[in-house]
T-cell receptor, first 113, second 116 residues
């Protein structure tokens, strides 16, 4: 069975500082990994994904994520945080050829001016 | 614009009542999903469908039912057997599963269900 852990319920950073939101996963076989963002009372929006190849994946709004197979991690990063990045972030994993994804419990990111 | 439409945005259920949440997509996606979101618990999969006239139970299917009679529609019924239905319900779709399972899901803006 697959699982995803987001070890931090809350991450606080100052505007302009780098941010990291952590994600670790457990899955049989090769994983497809995703990050989504959710604003209040809205659905999730796709940010980026890892399928294969380069371990550093670039996505929307300046976000990137680093895949580390040995540590089974897929941390979300951004070099310089904006107040508008404040939202709820979800990591998700889907095994290749699987019909469904498993989501983490989410991490609330707060960026203070 | 293509997307997923969920309706209504807010819904109230009385004791012993069944209610149906609508989900329509015009993305021509084969796969559709229903999730339940509770505070601090992330998304939990209720049901999913990979093709018309077929669907599978997710992790928390008890007290819920679905149908998939058309590609673009995947309504969710919350039955009276679901004793704690208060939650935010999200519908999603993806282009295909199987060898295309590397594609992201697209989400609607949710329906918030409360008990009267």
């Amino acid at each position: 069975a697959q699982s995803v852990a987001q070890p931090e319920d809350q991450v606080n950073v100052a505007e302009g500082n780098p941010l990291t939101v952590k994600c670790t996963y457990s899955v049989s076989g090769n994983p497809y990994l995703f990050w989504y963002v959710q604003y209040p009372n809205r659905g999730l929006q796709f940010l980026l994904k890892y399928i294969t190849g380069d371990n550093l994946v670039k996505g929307s709004y300046g976000f990137e994520a680093e895949f580390n197979k040995s540590q089974t991690s897929f941390h979300l990063k951004k070099p310089s945080a904006l107040v508008s990045d404040s939202a709820l972030y979800f990591c998700a994993v889907r095994p290749a050829n699987a019909g469904k994804s498993t989501f983490g419990d989410g991490t609330t990111l707060t960026v203070k001016p | 614009d293509g997307g997923i439409t969920q309706s209504p945005k807010y819904l109230f259920r009385k004791e012993g009542q069944n209610v149906t949440l609508s989900c329509e997509q015009n993305l021509n996606h084969d796969a559709m999903y229903w999730y339940r979101q509770d505070p601090g618990q992330g998304l939990r999969l209720i049901y999913y469908s990979q093709i018309v006239n077929d669907f599978q139970k997710g992790d928390i299917a008890e007290g819920y039912s679905v149908s998939r009679e058309k590609k673009e529609s995947f309504p969710l019924t919350v039955t009276s057997a679901q004793k704690n239905p208060t939650a935010f319900y999200l519908c999603a779709s993806s282009i295909r599963t199987g060898v295309y399972s590397n594609q992201p899901q697209h989400f609607g803006d949710g329906t918030r269900l409360s008990i009267l």
